[in-house]
Structures are given as structure tokens and as C-alpha cells.
């Protein structure tokens, strides 16, 4: 929260001899004029990026950066949103010299800059919980009506009462401070972190590091490994651009945040994170909503809800959540489901696939606890990953990321941050009995071991041919491998297909003519109604029985599904969604069987029907209203803006790869999106064509490929 700032003018000197004739230097410190407004400024890059000569290097060394050095610490934390304003908090409480920074000016994080102004499951306890109470206060100051439970606050408020606790426990925050470069020893002991502030470079020491970067930038830094979005198409979930709009209601006027899904970025990448921000801010521009909401301002930060996910001693896991798992050296718990903002589900690992469209788990409650492991990055002996980049399983992390399971990661971290750096010990030698006790949480024994009782309840469900977590269960269970196999020839063709969808995800050939049997059938299997799973905005995202039935084959197909496989590809008038569900499969049917003749033709064949399928597709959609000629529902957030993407290139990508696994070149329709404006986009298309020369892997398209 600062003036944008106003450049004076100055004398430009002349240009150094050294500097290349290709080399432009755009700069306000450059320019005969001050720059007093953002257009200002936006219009000097305009017109030197592309027309005219660009301003000559000043001769005086604008440009260079001075190294400061700033006082060793005890604990640093880089980023303080969600997890690292509270880690700031924890560790200065427990005694340490903590140094927080940010690159924003302000602590919070998303539920401060980023609008999203309220908690969405989680746990509550803990630290966070003094922060809400003032933050409550704050907000009746500002708002001008009290907060009713812990569930809402102003965005300001937050931030005041960040502030306000960080200097009464003697945090000193440093905003506007970027990361560059963090510098690590052998022994996996960082020394100092680099960064940047208003210009100069700031290296920063101390005994010990928390990254709650959110992105796991220091880790990285460090050399760190890590794994980023989803299996098969590499995309992590939506971003929310939110806005802050003025509503009226009968007399009264408010203002409310709207957190409104803006579409798909490679956060890790300045670039892409630009050209995200920038179609977030149009599409509010573009709002044709209600006339009773207008608006007022645009929330500063991205809703940024994943990216890296940091390799560390010990991954949380969907099974841990569904199955409720404790843990010796717990920290805290989470309460959750597994929401990703997302439809098209085929993308998702196979086990992820199996949970939302089979099990039908989008809102099967999920909770476990949080072992302190899950905060040590491998490799690294005095750093801690507390945000949404720590030791969480790419799918698990779709519920085990809410602001209060962050910031029950951040007290946790700044507890042993504090610890360790006034012990002098490494990570893995802290205390955790006596920082369990501190947290105010109990050590636990490991979770008891599944009994009969249990088995015999999961097959009652599966006789009754009910869909649901036993589901999930049984295929995490091989001692009901045998009774689930036998009901592959029961009479009700519910049972039948249920066990057929867990005898395929244990890969079991015998599935395959049931679902074989489903798919030629056209079966519909339960309609939504019976078992309504909707979304996270309220869109109903079933699948009918056949079109499982070609998800599953991937698990468990062989020769005897490429016909039918090939059939379908050559219907006419297939939606984009189940051309992707089908070139998922046939995608692990090429790597699973060679080359065949059919294989291959499926494939073209779902090219030609990519070319005449509408693929400017909204982030929400349902497929089974579309199947079934039924309108789309629209969203209670959706403020009139259009947040549709071509979503071509997910289609395109699974034929190119499975071409890649025959030996045959990808077509050349693919070649297009090594270009595409969408960062995470063309992460997915560039390797498919870095190991060759331009052009020499390209087969010819069967038909046109529009623009």
C-alpha cells in the first residue's frame, strides 16, 4: 500500500562503446521527462519496444547494484502470506531474532492482497487464532459491523493486525524484498539468502530458514527437487483474480470481495504470471452482471492455489486424508475435501480419477494429521517449507492447502525454526515431543490396521451397488481382492460395473469385457440426482457408466478394447471432454501394446474430430448436462466475465505424445502450441520438439487446422 512512484527527469548520457548495437535499455532514471503516471509509463515502453531508438545507456553506471550485507539473524522467513506471516510470529514468540520479508509491501498473503477473505474448511487452533480474533475487531472498525464467528475479515484488517503482533513480538518485516539466489554449502546448510530491494541487492544471513514462499523458491534456489501439476497434462489449478465490488442491498451499500476463477498460470514463471494478472484485471473490466455490484478495486495478489510441491522427508498422501492416518510426530491437523476448482478429471493421476468420478469423493470429508516431516526438504539441514509447496502428494494437495492448515504449518515451522537455531541443531534434531507441547497437540500412535468388520461392511455397499468411498477402500485393500472379483458376474449390473471399476485399478484383464460391455450399451449407470456430487461453484461433474468405462480401460485394457475404442473415436459430434477422456486411454494403450494399425488411426481419427469440435470451453463446465442436451448451469460467483480458453492443446498433447511412444513424429498441429501465450502450455508442448531440428519430427495433418 504505497504511491506509485513518480521519476524525476534526468540527463541521458551517451552511449557506452561496449554496449551492443542489439541492446535497448528502457529505464525511467533514462528519460528527459519525468514519468508522474502509470500510463506514463506504460506508453514509453510502447513506443521504444517497438518503434523509434530506445534511450542510450547512461554513462554515469545506472544499473549497477550495490551488495549489503544486512546483521545475521535467527531466523529468516522468505514470504509472509498465510504460513510465513505466522512462522514470523511463532519465532520471534519463542525467542529467536526473526527477519520476515515479502515481495509485497504487507503480510497476508491471499487472505489480504489476494481478496480471498475467508476460511474454506481447514483446521482451526493454535496461533491463528489470536490473529482472527483481532483481525475481528479491526474489521467491525473498518466495516462497520462485527464479525460473526472467525469466518470473515476486511483484507485491511488482516494485514493491520499482522502488522500490530508482528511488532509487539519484535518480528522485523521487510517488504518489497524479491529472492534471487539462496547459498547452500555441501552439507545442505544455507548460509544467506540474496534478494532485491528498490533496486539493491540485500544479502541476508542467518542460522536458520523457513521458505513459505509459496512456490518453494528458496528450496529450489538450493537445489531442492520438486513435482508440479497434474500426471498427464502437467497443469496445476485455477487462479482467482479477485475483485472488490460496491453492492447495494434494498438501502444499505457494502463492499464485498468476489473470488472469481480467472483461468490457469505457471506461477513460477514472471512471465506467465503477467500475462495471468493481466487477463484477471480485463475480464472484471469486461463484467455484465448485476447492476447492483460494481467495480471498486482489484485485489492486488493472484489467487495463486498451487504450483511446486517440494520433496521432503515425508509426503502427505490422499490416503492419508481418506483413510484419517496419524502420526507419531504430528504438528497439527487438517479437516478438508479435495477441491480443485476442476472438471475435466481425466487429466488427474488414475488414482485421482477413480476417487472424483467413481468414488464420487468431491465432498467425502478428509482429514488426518500433519507429521512435522512433511516440513524438512530433503537434502536441506536448517530450512523448513511452510506454505502451500511443502510435502504434500499433487493430489492430496487439492485439500491439504486451506489458510488454516498454512498457517498451522507456519507456527509449527517458526516453533522449530526458533529451536534450532538457539540449539544449533539441524532440523531433523529438533525436539518434536517438546514442540508437540508447545503446539498444544498430542503425540499419536500410527493408525490402527483395517479389520473384517470393516471389509464386511465395504462389500454390503458394493452389493447394494452404491457408489462411494469403499470404493476406495477395497482397492487399497488386496485381502478383498478375491470377493470383489467374483462379483464381476453378479446379476445387478451396478455391482457388476462398481467391481469392475476396482478389479481395472488393480489392473486385473478380467474387467475389461464388463466394461467393454458398459461402453457398447451406451449404459448410463445412476443419474446425478441419485447421487448428487457437484463442484466447487455447484457444477454437477458426473460421468455416465460407458464413458468410466473407457476412463478405466487404461488401467486394465488390452487388444480386446482397441475396436471399440476406434469405433468411438470415428462418432461424429463427440464433446471435447470425452475426446480427452479417450486419448488418455489410448495414449496408455499405445506405450502399453506397440504400434497397431488401429492405435494408430484412433488417433487421427481424434485429430479430425478435434479440428470440428467447439474447444472454447469456461474453466466450470459439466459434461453429462452436455451429454444429455441439458443447459450449463452458471456459477453463483460468475460476474459476467468471460473466462473461456481454448482448451484444443490438452487434445493435441495426448496424441502427439502417443505418437512420440510409437516412434512416429507428433502432427504438425502441435508444433503451434510451442507458442502459445499460456506459459504452462508451452511447458507441455517444447520438450515433445526440443530433441530435434525445426521441422524434422512434423507429420503433415490430415485436414486443415484452424488458426
Keep these: 500500500m504505497r504511491d506509485y512512484p513518480v521519476y524525476a527527469s534526468s540527463v541521458v548520457g551517451r552511449r557506452p562503446s561496449c554496449l551492443p548495437d542489439n541492446l535497448r535499455v528502457l529505464s525511467p532514471e533514462l528519460v528527459a521527462r519525468p514519468f508522474e503516471t502509470l500510463e506514463d509509463r506504460y506508453n514509453f515502453g510502447h513506443d521504444h519496444a517497438w518503434f523509434g531508438d530506445a534511450p542510450a545507456l547512461a554513462a554515469n553506471g545506472v544499473g549497477s547494484r550495490e551488495l549489503r550485507e544486512l546483521p545475521e539473524h535467527d531466523v529468516v522467513v522468505a514470504g509472509t502470506g498465510t504460513a510465513g506471516a505466522i512462522a514470523a510470529l511463532s519465532s520471534a514468540r519463542a525467542g529467536a531474532r526473526t527477519l520476515a520479508i515479502d515481495a509485497a509491501p504487507f503480510p497476508g498473503g491471499v487472505g489480504t492482497g489476494g481478496g480471498i477473505n475467508g476460511y474454506f474448511y481447514g483446521a482451526s487452533g493454535g496461533l491463528q487464532n489470536e490473529v482472527n480474533a483481532r483481525s475481528a475487531e479491526l474489521t467491525a472498525l473498518l466495516g462497520g459491523k462485527p464479525v460473526v464467528g472467525e469466518n470473515g475479515w476486511h483484507h485491511d484488517a488482516k494485514k493491520i493486525a499482522l502488522l500490530e503482533l508482528m511488532e509487539a513480538a519484535g518480528v522485523r518485516f521487510a517488504g518489497?524484498?524479491?529472492?534471487?539466489?539462496?547459498?547452500?554449502?555441501?552439507?545442505?546448510?544455507?548460509?544467506?539468502?540474496?534478494?532485491?530491494?528498490?533496486?539493491?541487492?540485500?544479502?541476508?544471513?542467518?542460522k536458520a530458514f523457513i521458505d513459505a514462499t509459496g512456490d518453494g523458491d528458496l528450496c529450489v534456489s538450493c537445489g531442492a527437487g520438486y513435482v508440479e501439476g497434474r500426471p498427464i497434462d502437467g497443469r496445476t489449478l485455477a487462479y482467482s483474480q479477485s475483485v472488490f465490488q460496491l453492492v447495494r442491498h434494498d438501502d444499505l451499500i457494502g463492499v464485498r470481495a468476489?473470488?472469481?476463477?480467472?483461468?490457469?498460470?505457471?506461477?513460477?514463471?514472471?512471465e506467465d504470471l503477467t500475462r495471468a494478472r493481466l487477463e484477471g484485471v480485463a475480464q472484471h473490466l469486461e463484467t455484465i452482471g448485476d447492476d447492483d455490484a460494481v467495480p471498486l478495486a482489484v485485489a492486488p495478489i493472484l489467487g495463486l492455489r498451487q504450483s511446486r510441491q517440494i520433496h521432503t522427508d515425508y509426503t502427505l498422501t490422499l490416503d492419508d486424508l481418506v483413510s484419517h492416518r496419524m502420526f507419531a510426530d504430528t504438528v497439527g491437523e487438517t479437516s478438508t475435501v479435495a477441491d480443485t476448482h476442476s472438471v475435466d478429471f481425466e487429466f488427474e493421476s488414475d488414482r485421482m480419477a477413480f476417487y472424483?468420478?467413481?468414488?464420487?469423493?468431491?465432498?467425502e470429508p478428509l482429514h488426518c494429521q500433519l507429521p512435522y516431516r512433511m516440513l524438512l526438504p530433503k537434502g536441506l539441514g536448517n530450512v523448513w517449507i511452510a506454505c502451500r509447496a511443502a510435502g504434500i502428494q499433487v493430489e492430496a494437495s487439492y485439500g491439504m492447502r486451506?489458510?488454516?492448515?498454512?498457517?498451522?504449518?507456519?507456527?509449527?515451522?517458526?516453533?522449530?525454526?526458533?529451536?534450532?537455531?538457539?540449539?544449533?541443531?539441524?532440523?531433523?534434531?529438533?525436539?518434536?515431543?517438546?514442540?508437540?507441547?508447545?503446539?498444544?497437540?498430542?503425540?499419536?500412535?500410527?493408525?490402527?490396521?483395517?479389520?473384517?468388520?470393516?471389509?464386511?461392511?465395504?462389500?454390503a455397499e458394493?452389493?447394494?451397488?452404491?457408489?462411494?468411498?469403499?470404493?476406495?477402500?477395497?482397492?487399497?485393500?488386496?485381502?478383498?481382492?478375491?470377493?470383489?472379483?467374483?462379483?464381476?458376474g453378479a446379476a445387478q449390473p451396478r455391482v457388476s460395473f462398481?467391481?469392475?471399476?476396482?478389479?481395472?485399478?488393480?489392473?486385473?484383464?478380467?474387467?475389461?469385457?464388463?466394461l467393454l460391455e458398459a461402453l457398447a450399451a451406451r449404459e448410463a449407470g445412476p443419474p446425478p440426482e441419485e447421487h448428487a456430487v457437484r463442484g466447487a461453484w455447484g457444477q454437477c461433474i458426473d460421468y455416465p457408466f460407458w464413458l468410466l468405462a473407457v476412463l478405466l480401460l487404461r488401467r486394465c485394457g488390452?487388444?480386446?478394447?482397441?475396436?471399440?475404442?476406434?469405433?468411438?473415436?470415428?462418432?461424429?459430434?463427440?464433446?471435447?471432454?470425452?475426446?480427452?477422456?479417450?486419448?488418455?486411454?489410448?495414449?496408455r494403450l499405445c506405450a502399453r501394446l506397440g504400434s497397431r494399425p488401429l492405435l494408430v488411426d484412433s488417433l487421427d481419427r481424434l485429430l479430425v474430430a478435434a479440428r470440428r469440435t467447439p474447444s472454447l470451453l469456461p474453466p466450470s463446465r459439466s459434461l453429462w448436462h452436455e451429454l444429455q442436451g441439458q443447459p450449463q448451469m452458471r456459477l453463483y460467483n460468475d460476474c459476467g466475465a468471460?473466462?473461456?480458453?481454448?482448451?484444443?492443446?490438452?487434445?493435441?498433447?495426448?496424441?502427439?505424445?502417443?505418437?512420440?511412444?510409437?516412434?512416429?513424429?507428433?502432427?504438425?498441429?502441435?508444433?503451434?502450441?510451442?507458442?502459445?501465450?499460456?506459459?504452462?502450455?508451452?511447458?507441455?508442448?517444447?520438450?515433445?520438439?526440443?530433441?530435434s531440428p525445426a521441422g524434422s519430427l512434423l507429420a503433415a495433418p490430415t485436414t486443415a487446422c484452424p488458426a
Aim: charged residues 25%; proline residues 4%.
Design 176 to 206: 518489497r524484498v524479491s529472492i534471487m539466489h539462496a547459498e547452500a554449502d555441501g552439507g545442505g546448510r544455507v548460509r544467506a539468502v540474496r534478494g532485491v530491494c528498490d533496486g539493491r541487492v540485500l544479502e541476508i544471513l542467518a
Design 498 to 514: 462398481y467391481a469392475a471399476a476396482v478389479a481395472a485399478m488393480w489392473g486385473e484383464v478380467a474387467a475389461e469385457p464388463r
Design 258 to 270: 468476489c473470488n472469481f476463477d480467472a483461468g490457469w498460470v505457471d506461477a513460477t514463471s514472471a
Design 558 to 587: 488390452g487388444e480386446a478394447c482397441v475396436p471399440a475404442l476406434h469405433r468411438l473415436a470415428g462418432e461424429p459430434g463427440l464433446p471435447l471432454n470425452v475426446l480427452t477422456v479417450l486419448g488418455c486411454t489410448l495414449e
Design 462 to 488: 458394493l452389493d447394494r451397488g452404491e457408489p462411494g468411498m469403499h470404493l476406495w477402500q477395497m482397492f487399497h485393500d488386496d485381502v478383498v481382492r478375491l470377493r470383489v472379483m467374483r462379483r464381476l
Design 356 to 363: 472424483y468420478f467413481v468414488c464420487k469423493g468431491f465432498w
Design 402 to 459: 486451506m489458510q488454516r492448515d498454512m498457517q498451522r504449518l507456519g507456527e509449527a515451522a517458526g516453533l522449530a525454526a526458533a529451536e534450532s537455531a538457539r540449539l544449533g541443531v539441524s532440523s531433523r534434531l529438533v525436539d518434536v515431543r517438546g514442540l508437540q507441547e508447545r503446539l498444544g497437540v498430542g503425540s499419536s500412535a500410527e493408525s490402527p490396521a483395517v479389520d473384517e468388520g470393516a471389509r464386511a461392511r465395504w462389500l
Design 642 to 691: 468471460d473466462t473461456r480458453q481454448d482448451h484444443s492443446w490438452q487434445i493435441h498433447l495426448l496424441v502427439a505424445r502417443a505418437r512420440r511412444s510409437l516412434g512416429l513424429p507428433p502432427q504438425r498441429d502441435a508444433r503451434a502450441f510451442c507458442e502459445d501465450p499460456r506459459g504452462f502450455v508451452r511447458n507441455a508442448f517444447v520438450p515433445l520438439f526440443s530433441d
